[in-house]
């Protein structure tokens, strides 16, 4: 059971603010989902107004901001999506708590760019691809999606999309 | 000596009651030697009132005095499909209480619903007490997982009336699986289905290290044993009227007798391939003579009748697979719960659904309540070998925005305890004020959802527009009950505001039905410690507009958040449907009601000045106003929480 001092509670949420939910779980910034929820787990057990009702009203106070904290840090974290916007905003250094509603419109937004674009060029070198793709002019295609990938390199659909035009391009190769 | 508290499984049809003593759970037995007690209220002419098994008797003889199935009313609005449904299958009076709640009339008396829950708890509450020898007062109280915030608010409203502190509300499949899995050192994914005599849940747990974490949860608070029963009284009635041409259903007394007869038929096939239905003297018939019904029922027919029913609950068990993540034949378990699972009928379905045999070491009609005294116990005497929950919410938080629309701010099947802030600005010169309703349910149409609450946040600074900020705070605590806080941010006025959003009972309410004592008139069979035999009621004290009157000077739709009269009253609410406006998924926008300000009247920005009103049913009005709160563009950049941590 939580043998925790109330210093020691009172202590974490005072920095609540400045932690991220990876330092919140003490887990590294590439642990796997199963790190994440063994994290949930351990800290949820310290931390939860269940384990900490013998507290006084204050100390349950903190416990009570930690616990909301601990389980939205585990919403984000443990969605594939939500985790990867959530990441854009850490290393952008934009504030260390991301709503889950936010998240979730970041992570589909995220979505749709990855599949049409980000950028005017990557956008038109893309459609262009498309339109040689369905014509089976996959010469064009790779021409074209490797503009859209020099404009977007970190767009991994582009990418999967080129590596996929170059295999159909090496078979019709005499 | 260690502390005690008791786990209570408030049913629709049947309550039970255990307690956790050294390692041993017990249920505890009413003085019948019933393990459960039905979840019946009957006011007997004269003014006593009796609970439990002896109450049965009512449900024939006084059926309009006699509540059973109360609880497929609890925190429901009386304009609501379920209380329409409700209406149609219960013989006593629904009428509209206050806040357009329920209330139940029984001759010139109102109760509200929590009041007839409160008396089942105050009976369960006798049962221990008279087991154990020694008062008691704490208690975890079950719901269905599927409950939303109105129903737990009632729920718990129903253990305060009762003079029970309630440690927690507790969601029955959790409390289920706890009682499969506690101290076993499982490491499992188990589904709990639990169909109850007006309830179906389904959970999906992962049990690991004594740890129970909800992966989700899914149900239909309209969907049990009574429906089954239903489909009976169908068929007979329906009967009836061509042998006959008589409506059964119109008359109580015969509609009792058919209720009765159907349910005996349901519990009989359990354990036969078929029943042989006998009511003689259903009715007279026109020259007054006695009218029977005689037949035969078969399993194969009674398949058919509730096929549609069984194949509901697995509507229900595809969307709480999908939403956890998980395939049905992957799990290592599936627990039944519920008196209906006794029937071979389902238990087939539901093995072929999951494509697994069925666990059947759990009583399915104990299991919740011994659960929830497990937990009651680890709650009053933590020890380091306590089991550990960790649940979820089963609906989406939302708000209501623009065109009739509902935005989620906390998904179904988030965690809890969990806590999510927006923060607003206004939008015009000198607005004075902003109207909020919170919803809760999966629909992006806000009518399709529960309307939880509404309530006006005001009084900001004199202030051109986007000056005023305000943060909107909505948590969901361990109980799964809401509460949102409006903080007014530009003015620096600290002050947060708590707004607990009931629909049902206000703070007054309550404490004047505890001082009125008007549901200890409890005639029980059980010795009862602490009231003894109540005497008969006056008039007075069961006045039902004095006893449910809100706090004085505020008027009965409007509830103010402290204990003083309210600034603002319906008046200030007109029309005030169409309030929140939404423009893109980045740029919600609030419209505040039209309100005209009290000219020179200032609302100053302090607690007091906010007001939760009842929620209107009526269609929101979808004109659009020019006031607006928009909600602050680059929150993001500033860090949402920011507030929140100085604080
Ligand atoms: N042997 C049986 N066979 C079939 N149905 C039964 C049997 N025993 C009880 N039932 C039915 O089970 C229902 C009551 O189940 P249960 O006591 O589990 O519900 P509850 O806990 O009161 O309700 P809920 O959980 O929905 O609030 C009733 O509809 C009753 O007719
Ligand atoms: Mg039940």
Known sequence: MADLAPTEITALAAILGELDYYQLFHLRYDAKPSDIKRAYHATSRVFHPDSNRHHQPEIRRAIDEISKRISEAYSILRNPRRRTAYDQQITAKAGVRMQLAEAEAAGSRKQTEAREGRTPQGRQYFNLASANLRQGDFDSAVRNLQTAVAFEPDNAFFKEQLAQARKKWDAKRP | ?647
């Open chain 2, 1 to 647: 000596m260690p502390e005690r508290a008791i786990g209570i499984d408030l049913g629709t049809s049947n309550s039970c009651v255990a307690i956790r003593e050294g390692d041993t759970t017990t249920v505890l037995a009413n003085t019948y030697g019933e393990r459960t007690t039905a979840s019946v209220v009957f006011f007997q002419e004269g003014g006593s009132i009796s609970v439990g098994n002896a109450a049965r008797a009512g449900l024939i003889h006084d059926p309009i005095r006699t509540i059973a199935s109360a609880k497929r009313l609890m925190g429901r609005f009386y304009g609501s499909e379920e209380v329409k449904k409700a209406q149609a299958i219960c013989s006593y009076k629904i009428a509209e209480g206050d806040s357009h709640g329920v209330v139940i009339e029984i001759g010139d008396e109102q109760f509200t619903v929590p009041e007839i829950s409160a008396m089942i708890l105050r009976e369960m509450k006798t049962v221990a007490e008279t087991q154990i020898g020694e008062s008691i007062s704490k208690a975890v109280i079950t719901v269905p997982a599927y409950f939303n915030d109105n129903q737990r608010q009632a729920t718990k409203d129903a253990g305060r009336i009762a003079g029970l502190e309630v440690l927690r509300i507790l969601n029955e499949p959790t409390a289920a699986a706890l009682a499969y899995g506690f101290g076993k050192g499982l490491n499992q994914k188990v589904a709990v289905w639990d169909l109850g005599g007006g309830t179906f849940d389904i959970s999906i747990l992962e049990i690991g290290d004594d740890v129970f974490e909800v992966l989700a949860t899914c149900g239909d608070t309209f969907l049990g044993g009574d429906d089954f029963d239903d489909r009976v009284i169908d068929l007979l009635a329906d009967e009836f009227l061509s042998k006959h041409n008589i409506r059964l259903r119109n008359d109580p007394f015969a509609f009792e007798k058919l209720k009765v007869a159907a349910e005996g038929a349901k519990r009989a096939l359990s354990t036969e391939d078929d029943v042989e239905i006998r009511i003689p003297d259903v009715i007279a018939g026109p020259d007054g003579q006695p009218l029977s019904i005689e037949r035969t029922l078969t399993t194969g027919e009674y398949a058919k009748l509730v096929h549609d029913l069984i194949q509901r609950t697995f509507v229900v068990c595809d969307a709480a697979l999908a939403q956890a993540g998980e395939v049905a034949r992957d799990l290592d378990g599936v627990i039944l719960v519920g008196g209906p699972t006794r029937l071979p009928l389902i238990r087939d379905a539901v093995s072929q659904y999951f494509q697994q045999e069925l666990k059947s070491d759990v009583d399915p009609d104990e299991v919740v309540a011994i659960g929830a005294a497990i937990f009651a116990t680890s709650l009053v005497n933590p020890t380091s070998d306590d089991a550990f929950l960790l649940d979820v919410t089963p609906l989406s938080l939302r708000i209501g925005v623009a065109g009739g629309l509902a935005e989620s701010i906390i998904e179904r099947n988030t965690p809890v305890p969990i806590e999510q802030t927006r923060r607003f600005t206004t939008f015009k010169d000198y607005q004075e004020s902003v109207d909020i309703r919170v919803y809760q349910g999966e629909s992006r149409n806000a009518q399709e959802n529960e309307l939880l609450g509404q309530f006006m946040f005001s009084g900001f600074e004199k202030a051109r527009r986007g000056e005023v900020s305000i943060d909107i705070t909505f948590e969901i605590n361990v109980d799964g009950i809401v509460e949102v806080k409006a903080k007014d941010v530009s003015t620096g006025e600290q002050a947060s505001t708590r707004i607990t959003l009931s629909a049902g009972l206000s703070e007054g309410d309550i404490e004047s039905i505890i001082q009125s004592q008007r549901t200890d008139r409890v005639a029980s069979t059980l010795s009862q410690p602490t009231q003894g035999g109540r005497p008969a009621h006056t008039d007075e004290a069961l006045a039902p507009d004095q006893a449910l009157q809100p706090v004085e000077g505020a008027k009965p739709k409007t509830k103010s958040v402290k204990s003083k009269p309210t600034l603002m009253g319906d008046d200030l609410l007109p029309e005030s449907d169409d309030l929140l406006e939404r423009e893109g998924l980045e740029d919600v926008k609030l419209t505040p009601a039209a309100i005209d300000p009290t000219p020179g009247g200032k609302i100053t920005a302090v607690d007091e000045d906010l007001t939760i009103t009842a929620p209107t049913l009526d269609e929101p009005d979808a004109k659009e106003l020019e006031e607006e709160l928009f909600e602050r563009p680059g929150t993001d950049l500033e860090g949402p929480g920011d507030d929140e941590t100085k604080a």
